[in-house]
């Protein structure tokens, strides 16, 4: 069975720093595409970062050079470090797993930044 839990949301105010976790479990974790997705009131799930397998990075344009994704394939886990953080980023955060054409969704943590 595979689970995806998130933790490290909270409350910050504007300028703060908070770093999001992302435990998986029941899948092949060093081979799977990870990504943060965040969705605010109202508004449709986007995507936040993503890292593949290799690494690799991709960012929106709306956290680039303020959010970092990372992952510990020894530990299962993919991280995103959100530094310089604004009222606009308050959301749920959720984390995503994609592998073998199959993806998997975390519950998400809520972060709320507060001017």
């Known amino acids: 069975q595979v689970q995806l839990v998130e933790s490290g949301g909270g409350s910050v105010q504007a300028g703060g720093s908070l770093r999001l976790s992302c435990a998986a479990s029941g899948i092949a974790f060093r081979i799977a595409a990870m990504g943060w997705y965040r969705q605010a009131p109202g508004k449709l799930r986007e995507s936040v970062a993503r890292?593949?397998?290799?690494?690799?990075?991709n960012y929106a344009d709306s956290v680039k050079g303020r959010f970092t994704i990372s992952r510990d394939n020894a530990k299962n886990t993919v991280y995103l470090q959100m530094n310089s953080l604004k009222p606009e980023d308050t959301a749920v955060y959720f984390c995503k797993a994609v592998i073998y054409d199959s993806d998997y969704w975390g519950r998400g943590t809520q972060v709320t930044v507060s001017s």
């Open positions: 890292i593949n397998s290799g690494g690799s990075t």
